[in-house]
């Protein structure tokens, strides 16, 4: 079984930053690409970042130039450097992977982490 524990989250001050980890477990062929969403209250989960397993990126207009996702691909680690933050970016955010379980498996699974609150305030 995949599993996908994220950890960093917590309080922070408008304007400061905080680092968020995922780590990937259990029976993982390849990881095609890993991610991050956030949902806020009574909104639609959203895609903040991601990154294929080559290295390129994508990022949310919202968070570009503020944010920056990366990886471990030995640790099948993705993290997230969260700096300026603003009271918007208060979601839980979820790390999100899509990969392989053997070689036989010709299409990608996804799974999701447990979630981890960040809550920017004053």
């Known amino acids: 079984q995949v599993q996908l524990v994220e950890s960093g989250g917590g309080l922070v001050q408008p304007g400061g930053s905080q680092r968020l980890s995922c780590a990937a477990s259990?029976?993982?062929?390849?990881?095609?690409?890993m991610g991050w969403y956030r949902q806020a209250p009574g909104k639609q989960r959203e895609l903040v970042a991601a990154?294929?397993?080559?290295?390129?990126?994508n990022y949310a207009d919202s968070v570009k130039g503020r944010f920056t996702i990366s990886r471990d691909n030995a640790k099948n680690t993705v993290y997230l450097q969260m700096n300026s933050l603003k009271y918007e970016d208060t979601a839980v955010y979820y790390c999100?992977?899509?990969?392989?379980?053997?070689?036989?498996?010709?299409?990608?699974?996804?799974?999701w982490g447990q979630g981890t609150q960040v809550t920017v305030s004053s």
């Open positions: 990154i294929a397993s080559g290295g390129s990126t």
């Open positions: 999100n992977a899509r990969l392989r379980t053997t070689r036989y498996q010709s299409y990608d699974n996804t799974y």
């Open positions: 259990g029976s993982i062929f390849s990881i095609n690409a």
